[in-house]
């Protein structure tokens, strides 16, 4: 499978796009949500208010913009494993697969700075959402004939899995974006789709000799 080399115009407007995200977030763990204004981000970030607006609509949605990219991402590298490969099991490659930090930390930060702060929990959710409905999409692309049923129900819970991650995450380590940290939250990840592939089977209690099937 190929893919096309981004143009140099396209290429600026990516850095363009991760320097205003860059400059929002280290604002926001500064002076916290709503302590700043689109003009003070752009300042920060080196663009006019104009060029801006033109990425954005508002700060909130720079701040959420890392869950976008970040599940983005993990779609684009689920789209690109095998067609014939079950989809959980595809699922899980990605999610091994996504060691960066620099891809996976700008989402962490953009979760927690979200804690108690509506509107871009709402864009955040947005962003799930949207997620969704292209998983929904890649399925039925690999499996035409499944019912819908079938395909949003699984759509979902692939989705579910991600959020409880984030949420175990956060109440296992706050606010904490150290590597060891960031490596949890990918095994949290893992762990939920690997809950969801194995039909949520309970677990034995602690120590128990694993069950293989």
Same mark, same amino acid.
């Given at each position: 499978m190929t893919t096309e080399t981004p143009s140099r115009r396209e290429q600026n407007k990516a850095a363009t796009r991760e320097s205003i995200i860059a400059a929002g977030l280290a604002l926001a763990a500064e002076r916290g949500l709503g302590g700043f204004t689109a003009e003070e981000l752009a300042e920060a970030a080196g663009v006019s208010r104009r060029t801006f607006f033109n990425y954005f609509g508002s700060v909130d949605e720079a701040i959420a913009a890392p869950t976008f990219g970040f599940l983005d991402t993990a779609l684009g590298k689920l789209t690109d494993r095998p067609a014939d490969e079950p989809l959980l099991d595809s699922a899980l490659h990605v999610l091994?697969?996504?060691?960066?930090?620099?891809?996976?930390?700008?989402? *962490?930060?953009?979760?927690? !700075? &979200?804690?108690?702060?509506?509107?871009? #929990?709402?864009?955040? /959710?947005?962003?799930?959402? =949207?997620?969704?409905?292209?998983?929904?999409?890649?399925?039925?692309?690999?499996?035409?004939?499944?019912?819908?049923?079938?395909?949003?129900?699984?759509?979902?819970?692939?989705?579910?899995?991600?959020?409880? *991650?984030?949420?175990?995450? !956060? &109440?296992?380590?706050?606010?904490?974006? #150290?590597?060891?940290? /960031?490596?949890?939250?990918? =095994?949290?990840?893992?762990?939920?789709?690997?809950?969801?592939?194995?039909?949520?089977?309970?677990?034995?209690?602690?120590?128990?000799?694993?069950?293989?099937?």
């Open positions: 091994t697969g996504l060691a960066d930090n620099d891809l996976i930390a700008p989402m *962490a930060q953009s979760f927690l !700075l &979200a804690v108690g702060h509506d509107p871009v #929990t709402r864009y955040q /959710l947005q962003a799930f959402d =949207e997620c969704g409905e292209k998983i929904a999409t890649a399925i039925l692309a690999r499996e035409p004939r499944l019912s819908p049923l079938y395909v949003e129900a699984l759509s979902a819970s692939v989705i579910a899995c991600g959020k409880a *991650a984030l949420e175990v995450w !956060l &109440a296992e380590r706050g606010g904490d974006l #150290t590597p060891s940290s /960031l490596s949890r939250l990918r =095994e949290l990840l893992r762990e939920a789709i690997t809950h969801l592939r194995a039909g949520f089977a309970a677990p034995g209690p602690p120590g128990a000799p694993t069950r293989r099937s």
